[in-house]
């Protein structure tokens, strides 16, 4: 159980184009989502946390007019990154935190390699 | 936001030996938890931990909270090729209404056979 997914796995795109990744809580109900960046040889850095049916909250430095979150229901959020740079080629990652059972921990997705050419 | 300090940064055993790595913080946490990252994946769950004390096993795989509440130890017991990854330790920390992770910087694992 507690099984997160991500798509897409990996994407290349031109800079200036927009990239949407989702991320699903596949066998429980997610009320709270957190998205994560990543870079090489580092520890994960907190972007924003998503409750559904709420605006997300945003990590201080991180333009939310830049990275687009939607939470639409207890087991999908989407991070849209809007006309993306080559700065913004990282490790995307999201987590679930359960709606049920303890109240701390976060199961991860496999991650998303976003390359912005 | 609080920091966790992890140790030691990176690590190189040889196949079978035991491995030890832990974490401390400046402020109290109660729960902890280990995840393992590899190689373009997201970090896995390995052991949560939520009282002061505790050890607990998962497989090869041993972690207690410290009585302090302020670090955590994570061992694994004849290391195997497929252990190799970055260890992370994480604990809860609330900011503003939403309870967030705080991540330690990681531990490395190379195991060389």
């Known amino acids: 159980g507690a099984v997160v997914s991500q798509h897409p796995s990996w994407v290349i795109c031109k800079s200036g184009t927009s990239v949407k990744i989702e991320c699903r809580s596949l066998d429980f109900q997610a009320t709270t989502m957190f998205w994560y960046r990543q870079f090489p040889k580092q520890s994960l850095m907190l972007m924003a946390t998503s409750n559904e049916g709420s605006k997300a909250t945003y990590e201080q430095g991180v333009e939310k007019d830049k990275f687009l979150i939607n939470h639409a229901s207890l087991t999908l959020s989407t991070l849209t990154v809007t006309s993306a740079h080559p700065e913004d080629s990282s490790f995307y990652i999201c987590s679930a935190r359960p709606r049920r059972g303890d109240q701390e921990t976060q199961y991860f997705g496999p991650g998303t390699r976003l390359l912005v050419l | 936001g609080q920091q966790l300090n992890q140790s030691p940064q990176s690590m190189f055993i040889q196949e079978g030996e035991d491995v030890s790595m832990n974490c401390t913080s400046s402020?109290?946490?109660?729960?902890w938890l280990w995840y393992k990252q590899e190689p373009g994946e997201g970090p896995v769950l390995l052991i949560a931990l939520y009282k002061a004390g505790e050890l607990t096993s998962n497989g090869r795989l041993t972690a207690q909270f410290g009585i302090t509440r302020k670090d955590s130890f994570l061992n694994i017991s004849a290391s195997i090729p497929s252990d190799v990854g970055i260890y992370f330790c994480a604990g809860p920390e609330l900011s503003g209404s939403a309870r967030q992770l705080t991540f330690g910087s990681g531990t490395q694992l190379t195991v060389l056979p």
């Open positions: 402020s109290i946490f109660n729960t």
